[in-house]
């Protein structure tokens, strides 16, 4: 099954990663109004939830200090300002990251999969809350993309 989880996060990565290349980092500021955030946010955003997704996979997350500025229900990002990294540094450590997801999961224990979520309070196992994790990063994919396509 991790297969099918490794597979997803690579897909979407891939999908963005030529959504997003051409972006500037002032592009990846414009607010493209509604629920979603500009293209800067989601990325860094996505980052530092695959440190999260490291974490419950029993795999080192170092480094989620820097993506604090993304974390869920942080500001909406409106300009340049404390934490927000540069646009050619998200889009780096965004492939980065799908590395070290891909290299996780593909390696995970299955008994990590099996055994209790270590958020019982929202997921049953550790399974589900992978595949959660997973429909989260496409979502944001998504959103992206379109932010990416109303930034140009």
Sequence with gaps: MSSVLVDGFRRNSSYLDQRIADLTHEQSLTQIGGAANCVNW??????NYRHVVLAAAKADPSGIERFERY?????????????????ST???????SAEAVAEALGS??????????????????????MHFYLFHDTLHTGQADVAAS???
């Excluded at 989601?42 to 980052?47: D, F, N, R, S």
């Excluded at 979520?117 to 399974?127: E, I, L, N, Q, V």
């Design 71 to 87: 974390a869920r229900e942080s500001d909406p990002i409106l300009s340049d300002g404390p934490g927000v990294l540069p646009f």
């Design 108 to 129: 995970i224990e299955q008994s990590v999969l099996a055994d209790p979520s270590d958020r019982p309070d929202r997921f049953a196992t550790g399974h589900d809350q």
């Design 42 to 47: 989601l990325v860094g955003h996505m980052i």
């Design 90 to 96: 998200l889009v780096e450590e965004l492939k980065a």
């Design 150 to 152: 109303l930034s140009i």
